[in-house]
Antibody
Framework: EVQMVESGGGLVKPGGSLRLSCAAS????????FNWVRQAPGKGLEWVSS????????KYLASVDGRFTISRDNAKNAVFLQMTSLRVEDTAIYYC????????????????WGRGTLVTVSS | EIVLTQSPATLSLSPGERATLSCRAS??????LAWYQQRPGQVPRLLIF???NRAPGIPARFSGSGFGTDFTLTISSLEPEDFAIYYC?????????FGGGTKVEIK
Protein backbone atom coordinates (compact mmCIF):
# COMPACT_ATOMS: atom_id res chain seq x y z
CA GLU A 1 0.00 0.00 0.00
CA VAL A 2 1.28 3.43 -0.94
CA GLN A 3 1.43 5.64 2.11
CA MET A 4 3.23 8.49 3.78
CA VAL A 5 3.21 9.14 7.51
CA GLU A 6 4.28 12.41 9.06
CA SER A 7 5.55 12.85 12.60
CA GLY A 8 7.31 15.39 14.76
CA GLY A 9 4.61 17.97 15.23
CA GLY A 10 3.67 19.42 18.58
CA LEU A 11 3.36 22.53 20.71
CA VAL A 12 6.33 24.90 20.63
CA LYS A 13 6.92 28.45 21.82
CA PRO A 14 7.58 31.29 19.39
CA GLY A 15 11.23 31.20 18.39
CA GLY A 16 11.46 27.47 18.97
CA SER A 17 12.33 24.65 16.59
CA LEU A 18 10.82 21.40 15.38
CA ARG A 19 11.86 18.71 12.93
CA LEU A 20 9.12 17.06 10.94
CA SER A 21 9.60 13.66 9.34
CA CYS A 22 7.69 11.89 6.60
CA ALA A 23 8.13 8.14 6.22
CA ALA A 24 7.12 6.72 2.85
CA SER A 25 6.36 3.15 1.83
CA UNK A 26 4.79 1.13 -0.93
CA UNK A 27 6.57 2.79 -3.85
CA UNK A 28 10.04 3.58 -5.20
CA UNK A 29 10.82 6.57 -3.03
CA UNK A 30 13.88 7.79 -4.96
CA UNK A 31 11.80 8.19 -8.15
CA UNK A 32 9.72 11.01 -6.76
CA UNK A 33 9.99 14.60 -5.65
CA PHE A 34 8.21 15.71 -2.50
CA ASN A 35 6.74 18.87 -1.12
CA TRP A 36 5.54 20.08 2.25
CA VAL A 37 2.12 21.75 2.21
CA ARG A 38 0.44 23.27 5.25
CA GLN A 39 -3.08 24.15 6.28
CA ALA A 40 -3.81 26.52 9.13
CA PRO A 41 -6.84 25.52 11.23
CA GLY A 42 -10.00 26.17 9.23
CA LYS A 43 -8.03 27.72 6.36
CA GLY A 44 -6.88 26.79 2.89
CA LEU A 45 -3.79 25.05 1.57
CA GLU A 46 -0.35 26.66 1.32
CA TRP A 47 2.75 25.28 -0.34
CA VAL A 48 5.80 25.45 1.95
CA SER A 49 8.79 23.73 0.37
CA SER A 50 9.93 21.39 -2.41
CA UNK A 51 12.77 18.97 -2.96
CA UNK A 52 13.68 17.00 -6.04
CA UNK A 53 14.42 13.29 -6.50
CA UNK A 54 18.13 13.76 -5.84
CA UNK A 55 17.62 16.64 -3.38
CA UNK A 56 19.72 18.90 -5.62
CA UNK A 57 17.11 21.64 -5.98
CA UNK A 58 15.11 23.05 -3.09
CA LYS A 59 12.53 25.81 -3.01
CA TYR A 60 10.81 27.61 -0.16
CA LEU A 61 7.86 29.85 0.46
CA ALA A 62 9.26 33.35 0.97
CA SER A 63 7.94 33.60 4.54
CA VAL A 64 9.82 30.45 5.63
CA ASP A 65 12.98 30.86 3.54
CA GLY A 66 15.97 31.04 5.86
CA ARG A 67 14.02 29.47 8.73
CA PHE A 68 12.95 26.11 7.30
CA THR A 69 15.14 23.49 5.61
CA ILE A 70 13.83 20.59 3.58
CA SER A 71 15.88 17.44 3.10
CA ARG A 72 15.48 13.78 2.27
CA ASP A 73 17.19 10.45 2.86
CA ASN A 74 16.60 8.08 -0.03
CA ALA A 75 18.15 5.19 1.90
CA LYS A 76 15.56 5.60 4.64
CA ASN A 77 12.62 6.58 2.39
CA ALA A 78 12.10 9.75 4.37
CA VAL A 79 11.62 13.48 3.87
CA PHE A 80 12.28 16.04 6.57
CA LEU A 81 11.42 19.63 7.37
CA GLN A 82 13.63 21.36 9.92
CA MET A 83 11.79 24.39 11.24
CA THR A 84 13.51 27.09 13.30
CA SER A 85 12.54 30.54 14.58
CA LEU A 86 8.93 29.42 14.56
CA ARG A 87 6.20 32.04 14.54
CA VAL A 88 2.59 31.97 15.63
CA GLU A 89 1.59 32.19 11.96
CA ASP A 90 3.38 28.89 11.26
CA THR A 91 0.66 27.08 13.20
CA ALA A 92 -0.87 24.53 10.84
CA ILE A 93 -1.22 20.92 9.86
CA TYR A 94 1.87 20.07 7.81
CA TYR A 95 1.36 17.55 5.02
CA CYS A 96 4.02 15.65 3.13
CA UNK A 97 2.90 15.26 -0.48
CA UNK A 98 4.27 13.28 -3.41
CA UNK A 99 4.67 14.97 -6.75
CA UNK A 100 2.98 13.57 -9.83
CA UNK A 101 4.70 14.16 -13.18
CA UNK A 102 7.67 15.99 -11.74
CA UNK A 103 9.26 18.59 -14.00
CA UNK A 104 12.70 17.88 -12.48
CA UNK A 105 12.48 20.97 -10.29
CA UNK A 106 10.24 19.54 -7.60
CA UNK A 107 7.19 21.29 -8.95
CA UNK A 108 3.97 19.56 -9.86
CA UNK A 109 0.74 18.21 -8.51
CA UNK A 110 0.16 16.07 -5.43
CA UNK A 111 -1.08 12.54 -5.99
CA UNK A 112 -0.31 11.08 -2.55
CA TRP A 113 -0.69 12.88 0.77
CA GLY A 114 0.16 11.93 4.31
CA ARG A 115 -2.40 12.50 7.04
CA GLY A 116 -0.42 15.44 8.35
CA THR A 117 1.15 16.46 11.63
CA LEU A 118 -0.08 19.43 13.65
CA VAL A 119 2.36 22.17 14.58
CA THR A 120 1.14 24.67 17.15
CA VAL A 121 3.25 27.73 17.90
CA SER A 122 2.01 29.47 21.00
CA SER A 123 3.37 31.00 24.18
CA GLU B 1 3.29 35.27 -7.54
CA ILE B 2 0.33 33.80 -9.40
CA VAL B 3 -2.83 34.51 -7.45
CA LEU B 4 -5.70 32.07 -7.96
CA THR B 5 -9.20 33.34 -7.29
CA GLN B 6 -11.93 30.75 -6.90
CA SER B 7 -15.61 31.49 -7.27
CA PRO B 8 -18.11 31.22 -5.89
CA ALA B 9 -16.89 30.87 -2.31
CA THR B 10 -19.90 28.67 -1.57
CA LEU B 11 -22.13 26.75 -3.93
CA SER B 12 -25.43 25.45 -2.56
CA LEU B 13 -26.84 22.64 -4.67
CA SER B 14 -28.92 19.48 -4.38
CA PRO B 15 -27.75 15.93 -5.14
CA GLY B 16 -28.09 15.24 -8.85
CA GLU B 17 -27.49 18.84 -9.87
CA ARG B 18 -24.58 20.07 -11.93
CA ALA B 19 -21.80 22.01 -10.21
CA THR B 20 -19.59 24.51 -12.03
CA LEU B 21 -16.59 25.88 -10.14
CA SER B 22 -14.29 28.59 -11.42
CA CYS B 23 -10.60 29.32 -10.87
CA ARG B 24 -9.12 32.48 -12.34
CA ALA B 25 -5.38 33.21 -12.40
CA SER B 26 -3.70 36.59 -12.15
CA UNK B 27 -1.49 35.70 -15.13
CA UNK B 28 -1.37 33.02 -17.79
CA UNK B 29 -0.50 29.54 -16.59
CA UNK B 30 -1.00 27.71 -19.88
CA UNK B 31 -2.65 24.47 -18.71
CA UNK B 32 -0.71 23.93 -15.50
CA LEU B 33 -3.61 23.65 -13.12
CA ALA B 34 -4.94 20.96 -10.80
CA TRP B 35 -8.12 20.52 -8.79
CA TYR B 36 -8.39 18.84 -5.38
CA GLN B 37 -11.29 17.76 -3.22
CA GLN B 38 -11.10 17.93 0.56
CA ARG B 39 -13.86 16.35 2.59
CA PRO B 40 -14.21 17.32 6.28
CA GLY B 41 -11.46 15.78 8.37
CA GLN B 42 -9.74 14.28 5.35
CA VAL B 43 -6.65 15.06 3.33
CA PRO B 44 -6.94 16.63 -0.12
CA ARG B 45 -7.45 14.28 -3.06
CA LEU B 46 -6.22 15.02 -6.55
CA LEU B 47 -9.09 15.09 -9.05
CA ILE B 48 -7.79 16.78 -12.19
CA PHE B 49 -4.28 17.68 -13.36
CA UNK B 50 -3.00 19.73 -16.28
CA UNK B 51 -6.43 21.37 -16.45
CA UNK B 52 -8.36 18.49 -17.96
CA ASN B 53 -6.80 15.13 -17.09
CA ARG B 54 -8.62 13.01 -14.52
CA ALA B 55 -6.39 11.43 -11.90
CA PRO B 56 -6.53 7.63 -11.59
CA GLY B 57 -9.68 6.39 -9.92
CA ILE B 58 -11.61 9.65 -10.26
CA PRO B 59 -15.17 9.19 -11.51
CA ALA B 60 -16.09 10.45 -14.96
CA ARG B 61 -18.61 12.93 -13.51
CA PHE B 62 -15.62 15.15 -12.69
CA SER B 63 -14.21 17.11 -15.61
CA GLY B 64 -11.89 20.06 -15.99
CA SER B 65 -11.39 22.61 -18.71
CA GLY B 66 -9.60 25.86 -19.40
CA PHE B 67 -6.31 27.36 -20.49
CA GLY B 68 -4.36 30.50 -19.74
CA THR B 69 -6.15 32.32 -16.93
CA ASP B 70 -9.65 30.80 -16.74
CA PHE B 71 -10.35 27.28 -15.58
CA THR B 72 -13.46 25.32 -14.68
CA LEU B 73 -14.20 22.19 -12.69
CA THR B 74 -17.54 20.59 -13.52
CA ILE B 75 -19.30 17.89 -11.56
CA SER B 76 -22.01 16.65 -13.90
CA SER B 77 -24.35 15.20 -11.28
CA LEU B 78 -23.59 15.64 -7.60
CA GLU B 79 -23.37 12.56 -5.44
CA PRO B 80 -23.70 12.83 -1.62
CA GLU B 81 -19.95 12.28 -1.20
CA ASP B 82 -19.14 15.23 -3.48
CA PHE B 83 -20.18 17.83 -0.92
CA ALA B 84 -16.78 19.12 0.11
CA ILE B 85 -14.30 21.92 -0.43
CA TYR B 86 -12.53 22.15 -3.78
CA TYR B 87 -9.16 23.83 -4.35
CA CYS B 88 -7.32 24.71 -7.52
CA UNK B 89 -3.49 24.75 -7.62
CA UNK B 90 -0.97 25.95 -10.17
CA UNK B 91 2.46 24.59 -10.98
CA UNK B 92 3.35 27.11 -13.68
CA UNK B 93 5.62 29.23 -11.50
CA UNK B 94 7.13 29.56 -8.06
CA UNK B 95 5.77 29.84 -5.49
CA UNK B 96 3.25 27.10 -6.11
CA UNK B 97 -0.11 28.51 -5.09
CA PHE B 98 -3.61 27.36 -4.27
CA GLY B 99 -6.91 29.10 -4.65
CA GLY B 100 -8.93 29.95 -1.57
CA GLY B 101 -11.39 27.13 -2.16
CA THR B 102 -15.04 26.66 -3.09
CA LYS B 103 -17.31 24.91 -0.64
CA VAL B 104 -20.01 22.81 -2.28
CA GLU B 105 -22.77 22.40 0.26
CA ILE B 106 -26.12 20.66 0.28
CA LYS B 107 -29.00 22.99 -0.45
Amino acid sequence: EVQMVESGGGLVKPGGSLRLSCAASGFTFSSYSFNWVRQAPGKGLEWVSSTTRSDNYRKYLASVDGRFTISRDNAKNAVFLQMTSLRVEDTAIYYCARILNDNNYGSGYYDVWGRGTLVTVSS
Amino acid sequence: EIVLTQSPATLSLSPGERATLSCRASQSMRGYLAWYQQRPGQVPRLLIFDASNRAPGIPARFSGSGFGTDFTLTISSLEPEDFAIYYCQQRADWPLTFGGGTKVEIK
